[in-house]
T-cell receptor, first 115, second 113 residues
Framework: DAGVIQSPRHEVTEMGQEVTLRCKPI?????LFWYRQTMMRGLELLIY????????DSGMPEDRFSAKMPNASFSTLKIQPSEPRDSAVYFCASTGGELAKNIQYFGAGTRLSVL | SQKIEQNSEALNIQEGKTATLTCNYT??????LQWYRQDPGRGPVFLLLIRENEKEKRKERLKVTFDTTLKQSLFHITASQPADSATYLC????????????FGTGTLLAVQP
């Protein structure tokens, strides 16, 4: 398996623009997580899904952030409108199945810069 | 409030020595605790998981201890190598929330040759 795949790897945008981050989890995993990592706050959980259904979105900073999982192999995290304080590295992770139970597998991340 | 604390300062050690990283938590009752390694520009990678009823877990040169009374985990790397240089993150499960992890801020380890 190729692992968790995120795109794009880097995104530079201007304040006010819409940003869409994408994630393909490992096949067979039924949990998907979105995290944000900054120097100041570390790795923060934004939202997670189980079987494509959002379970906990309490970490989503505000209404400008939204996430969807239309099927088991794809998820998006959207920021609209983006602001400079959204600049961070965004990670997607997945887990599931007996062998991977409780262990999260992370993608390489998307480095977002909002100017 | 809930808090997970790791060594805030970077840890510098000499090659061949044992590195010891700490993870302290408050106001959690985790069923298990995990350690991840993160290299620059990459996502965290799972290393070890230890359950609340386990005192110690080993994997090659890695050893993790878990003291639920002290609310602390120690992560040891014996015979450290420059290739062990990375940021190490501890993570706790949130009891009652299947598979949800809360991560510490990480400790940067630098092993000098």
């Amino acid at each position: 398996d190729a692992g968790v795949i995120q795109s794009p790897r880097h995104e530079v945008t201007e304040m006010g623009q819409e940003v869409t981050l994408r994630c393909k989890p490992i096949s067979g995993h039924d949990y998907l997580f979105w995290y944000r990592q900054t120097m100041m706050r570390g790795l923060e959980l934004l939202i997670y899904f189980n079987n494509n259904v959002p379970i906990d979105d309490s970490g989503m900073p505000e209404d400008r952030f939204s996430a969807k999982m239309p099927n088991a192999s794809f998820s998006t995290l959207k920021i609209q409108p983006s602001e400079p304080r959204d600049s961070a590295v965004y990670f997607c992770a997945s887990t599931g199945g007996e062998l991977a139970k409780n262990i999260q597998y992370f993608g390489a991340g998307t480095r977002l810069s909002v100017l | 409030s809930q808090k997970i604390e790791q060594n805030s300062e970077a840890l510098n050690i000499q090659e061949g020595k044992t590195a010891t990283l700490t993870c302290n938590y408050t106001n959690y009752s985790p069923a298990y605790l995990q350690w991840y390694r993160q290299d620059p520009g990459r996502g965290p990678v799972f290393l070890l998981l230890i359950r609340e009823n386990e005192k110690e877990k080993r994997k090659e040169r890695l050893k993790v201890t878990f003291d639920t009374t002290l609310k602390q985990s120690l992560f040891h790397i014996t015979a450290s190598q420059p290739a062990d240089s990375a940021t190490y993150l501890c993570a706790l499960d949130e009891r009652g929330a299947t598979n949800k992890l809360i991560f510490g801020t990480g400790t940067l380890l630098a092993v000098q040759p």
